[in-house]
């Protein structure tokens, strides 16, 4: 298999290494014993009709819970509400670098009386804001128990917010409950209130719980419905609840072939959500989601990233490593000055010119990322750019470093020569050499990214900005590192396993890995483009089946 | 509303609820004629109080000083700039301090030596389980990834065992750090110190972080005075018992269709929503007198460094104004004590290893953990300042509130604990580091027990685990047990 190059790059949480040896290919796990070949087991396309082909190997997986993020999108698809309160109320999620990883929630009482809270406040707005409860509701009251028009609501909404079709008694529960309030307190909308509050609370609304069919002969293996395939459809590349129009696809039984997921992906990311989403994976992949500047410095580089995400993958529809490529970024004056590029009139593309700058890992927002306090490490960032741009594990330090604190030594008084002990003594140099050099490429660039030539207050202490990628090259800045990660093919392999990981809220597995391989082959062999790897995912017999944990 | 028999829950354990019992404050009707015991002969009620800060005591490189550890042993001792808050607020005479403590630690560069009881890796954050449970922390080993275990009960659950089953809420936990403000790593249990056995499994008590939500459960069984609001209330609490039976009953259905993995996820899920049913059940406190519900805090300020909204990226990168978070959850803390809703609480301020920007409290752009190893020792003081004017705050709001003869205070065990001390590394061998876990210092307050207060008092060599000072504390509210593997209260505290 021409993919099977792919798997000796991926370094996954099992194949971890336990040792850090002077060689990339310490990383390489036995993944070519196993008999896997990647790809679907049977080579035939989606021929309309057929039965939809099943995954030759799947890793498991569990429910999963709304983020806070999925949540606030949720209530803003669902109901018109931006106030975002689910952040507030719901317990943290944390980065792991993914904010959606099933692993990390748990149910707890703060959960359910946050839920509980979120419920009642979000119905209580609504009913305060006539246009907006009036659109939600979509048909006028005759008179307090207008019964059709409650169940008109339930049977309308209902679908939306549990995501697949209420049965008759389901909503017959509902309308009971709406009716009973609405008598009683001689008001409709007290019904229309109950109601909501109740699915909001519901299990189905919280968690996007999956079924699915068992496949024959494959003990543990389901075939995920139509409703379940929106579903992960829409919180995949829209962070959100589905559609009206999705959810119709799925009623209709239009997301059961390959073809048809990946037309419905392609119409998906014509939406502005598509491309928060993407912008938000990049954000959280790269490290760059939570930046540690006051709110101007913050707003104004997310902006610029932003900006180059949405003209590479959207826009221009281009290969993706033009992320890595692009030699113009845009800014304003005050990001022209932070980067000491020439002033554009308002908001504009500018070159970088001969700046030693070029594509993303130039921009401040990733060059904020993993910097110590007040000052750069070059260890942190290259540990980061090792363990999340390459997908290549770095055991953590043995226990007796303290690896909060920079080398110190007393008679070095340049950064660079209190750096050399790392390389200097050999219980050291093996994990090291895997992460200074690489942070010492970019160490002319600060904890802002802005350029520099000598460390902070010691103009004696040149910094040369030489780094290099074990085993592959040297560079010098970020244009440099950048260009030997394009042209070794190093980040398409990871991305994919990230985007993949992200996919399915958990970390990636031995038995997913035919399709992570598949998906990285897209962006080196095939047209290169995001997009196209997000339809290739969709379009898979791995996504349209769950394997029971 | 629909009336229904609720059904036993799944789970032996039903968590955070207090029973049937029906929750009444202690009326002066109730005392005896010296107001110092119930009529009926029990005891005063006592109240328990772990708080905890995520700070050392001295910064990286600087020695110690006489910031947090008095310079004077006994009654009147000295006050430095992390204790000066007492001084301000005229609790010095109610505040104990205890000083001399240590977490003991694997000393040896080398992982075969073995963790002492009680005690800590070389490895310094890894040591969240010594701390909060007594229990030594789980050996480093190479696969790390430095996410600490808990594995045994904290003290405020050891607590609420023995006496959370008197009030509505068996125990209260509260967390004013609003977030990790941590990207990329998961620092699981490092945002929590209350933790309960259930069956020989030790499960995290999830702290409430939001002040509104905190406020929202706290005062559920409140009846107002006014007979319109009255009115209103009793409506709400039915229509949220009538939402949630429909939600309770909508997911046995749903069980029975799921994977045993996806099952045991929603039974949990399941388990909470019935202990909430049955907190509804609950009749509330009779209104009077110190027990009063609060006014409504509004909403929770904005989340600092929050990944981008529709609107805006970012408020403030690692601060969500903790200052006023803690300082309601300390008013929440006091009224559940007051009206005695709960007699058991932890209130983290702030994480272990906290990456909270101390900015609005020593001017400096730090998070609190990078300010242990890259700032100097008067930002520090400021910082435990900062977390024991708040302490103080708490014992000055117990003692002023009056119950029986005396104050609410006199029937509390109350203690500020803290991450680190100030010493030798033995990961670097530095002589001042604040990766040390010797010369700990614990604030205890209040009378519970007749715990010695006022005094500054030099830790025993042979009970100078934190761990001691908790189960004095334990004592002094009638729990005697061992703190995970440390034993033995500390004479000095009391009498």
Known sequence: MRSSQFIGMLALGALAVTGCRDDVNATTGGT????????????????????????????????????????????????????????????????TPFDNEYGTQEASQPLIEGLEVLARDAARRLLDDPPRRDQTVGCTPSGTTDEACLREFIGRFGRRALRRPLSTEEIDGYVALGLEYAQRQSDFYVGIEMVLRALLQDAEFIYRVEIGTPVDGEPGLFALSNFELATRLSYLLWGSTPSDELLDAAEAGELSHAEQRQAMAQAMLQDPRARVQIDRFHAMWMGYAQLPHPPELTNALRSETTALLERVIFDEAAPWTDLFTATETFIDATLAEHYDLPTPDGSQWVSYGSSGRQGILSHGSFLSVAAGPGETSPTRRGKWIREQLMCQPVPPPPPNVDADN???????????????????????????????????????????????????????????????????????????????????????????????????????????????????????????????????????????????? | MVSRKLALPRRTFLRGLGGAAVALPTLEIMLDDAGEALAGGGAMPLRYLVCFGGFSIITDGDPLD???????????????????????????????????????????QSENEPIPPAGRTVHFHAHVNPVVSGMRSAPWTSNDTHIPTVTGPSSDQIVAEAIGDRTSFRSLAYRAQALLYNTGTWHMNRDTISYRDNDGEIERVVPVVSPRQAYDALFLGFVPDDPQEAAAKELELDKRRSVLDLVDRRMDGLLDRLGSADRQRLEQHYDEIRALEMRLEIEGPE????????????????????????????????????????????????????????????????????????????????????????????????????????????????????????????????????????????????????????????????????????HHIVAPSNANHPGNVVISAMEAVGVNSNFGEVSGSIPELFG
């Open chain 1, 32 to 95: 070519d014993t196993d008999g896997s070949t990647g790809g679907p087991s049977s080579g035939g396309a989606d021929e309309t009709g057929e039965t939809p082909e099943t995954p030759e190997t799947l890793g498991p997986i569990g429910m999963r819970r709304l983020t806070r993020y999925e949540y606030d999108n949720t209530l803003r698809d669902l109901l018109g509400d931006t106030t975002r309160p689910g952040s507030q109320m719901l317990p943290e999620d944390p980065f």
């Open chain 1, 406 to 549: 920079p080398p110190t030594e007393e008679d070095a008084e340049c950064k660079e020569d209190r750096y050399a002990i790392h390389a200097e003594v050999g219980s050291c140099a093996g994990c090291h050499s895997l992460m200074d050099p690489i942070g010492f490429g970019l160490e002319r660039y600060d904890t802002q990214g802005r350029f520099r030539t000598h460390d902070e207050g010691a103009p004696q202490c040149t910094i040369s900005g030489d780094g290099a990628l074990t085993s592959i090259g040297a560079f010098n800045g970020p244009a440099e590192l950048a260009n030997l990660f394009v042209d070794n093919t190093v980040l398409e392999p990871c991305v994919a396993q990230q985007l993949y990981r992200f996919a399915l809220g958990r970390e990636v597995v031995q038995d997913d890995l035919p399709l992570v391989n598949e998906l990285g082959m897209q962006l080196t062999e095939g047209d290169g483009r995001f997009d196209t790897m997000l339809g290739m995912l969709v379009a898979h017999p791995a996504f349209a089946h769950r394997r029971e944990e």
């Open chain 2, 66 to 108: 006489n910031s947090y550890i008095p310079a004077t042993t006994g009654p009147g001792y000295t006050l430095g700039t992390g204790l000066a808050p007492l001084g301000d607020r005229g609790v010095q005479d109610l505040v104990t301090v205890v000083s001399g403590l240590s977490i003991p630690s694997q000393t040896a």
């Open chain 2, 287 to 454: 209104v009077g007198g110190e027990c009063q519900q609060l006014p409504d805090p509004g909403s929770d300020p904005p989340l600092g460094g929050e990944p981008p909204s529709e609107e805006a990226y970012d408020v403030n990168a690692g601060y969500s104004d903790e200052q006023s978070r803690l300082l309601l959850l300390c008013d929440l803390m006091h009224m559940a004590f007051t009206c005695d809703l709960t007699r058991v609480g932890s209130l983290m301020f702030t994480m272990f290893q906290s990456f909270m920007n101390v900015n609005p409290i020593t001017g400096h752009a730090y998070g609190l953990h990078d300010l242990s190893h890259n700032g100097d020792l008067p930002e520090m003081a400021d910082v435990i300042a900062w977390h024991v004017d708040h302490f103080a705050y708490l014992v000055e709001r117990m003692r002023d509130t009056p119950e029986g003869a005396g104050s609410l205070l006199d029937s509390c065990a109350l203690m500020m604990m803290n991450e680190a001390g100030g010493g030798v590394s033995y990961e670097n061998g530095s002589a001042w580091s604040a990766h040390s876990t010797d010369n700990m210092v614990t604030l205890v307050a209040g009378g519970a027990g007749g715990l010695r207060q006022g």
